[in-house]
């Protein structure tokens, strides 16, 4: 059975801070891991990464994936307040397995 | 940009209704899936289409069904509601191929009553 693991479940931090969101897979038919933001709407897409080991960047937000370890992170520098979201990790390939996600919460 | 859109934002059923959920993209994309996402459980997958006519069962599709008619458009079908398909529903589309990003709608809440 497939499997994706997401960890922490909940996260509270101050703006300012830098936070570290993790994903772990065991999926029999790998090809990519999927980043999403989950605010009260549709989750958006952040970063899509494979096997290749290459870093995504966008801005404050960074991601990569281990393959040896068969995980991911999520980082977040410089938090603010907008940052507040749910983090959806999915790992697959075109039908994927999402973890719980990990709900930050950034405080003022 | 890509457009998944969901048919109702929010719905109210009663107990044995027949209730349908309707999806639409405007990106030609192969792949659509039908979600469920409830607290604590993260997103399970319900149903997927990969191509018109054709669907698959996801991890829970016990009590539903779906259809796809046509290519920008996927139903998903509740032939009996009840209280236990309380939730918020997500629709995603995506291509085949080495992009599969998917791309979600922003789901329907439904409530049986």
């Known amino acids: 059975e497939d499997k994706v693991v997401q960890s922490p479940l909940s996260l509270v931090v101050h703006e300012g801070d830098t936070v570290t969101l993790n994903c772990s897979y065991e999926?029999?038919?790998?090809?990519?891991l999927l980043w999403y933001k989950q605010e009260k709407k549709a989750p958006t897409f952040l970063f899509m990464l494979t096997s290749s080991g290459i870093e995504k960047k966008s801005g404050r937000l960074s991601s990569i994936l281990d393959k040896k370890e068969l995980s991911s992170i999520l980082n977040i520098t410089a938090t603010q307040t907008g940052d507040s979201a749910i983090y959806l990790c999915g790992a697959g390939s075109y039908q994927l397995t999402f973890g719980k996600g990990t709900k930050l919460s950034v405080i003022p | 940009d890509v457009k998944v859109t969901q048919s109702s934002r929010y719905l109210v059923k009663r107990t044995g209704e027949k209730v349908f959920l309707e999806c639409v993209q405007d990106m030609d994309h192969e792949n659509m899936f039908w979600y469920r996402q409830d607290p604590g459980l993260g997103l399970r997958l319900i149903y997927f289409s990969y191509d018109v006519k054709m669907k698959e069962k996801g991890d829970i599709p016990e009590g539903y069904s779906v259809s796809r008619e046509k290519k920008e458009r996927f139903s998903l079908i509740l032939e009996s509601a009840s209280t236990n398909q309380t939730s918020m529903y997500l629709c995603?589309?995506?291509?085949?191929?080495?992009?599969?990003?998917?791309?979600f709608g922003a789901g329907t809440r439904l409530s049986v009553l």
């Open positions: 995603a589309s995506s291509l085949t191929g080495a992009k599969n990003i998917q791309y």
């Open positions: 999926v029999t038919n790998f090809r990519s």
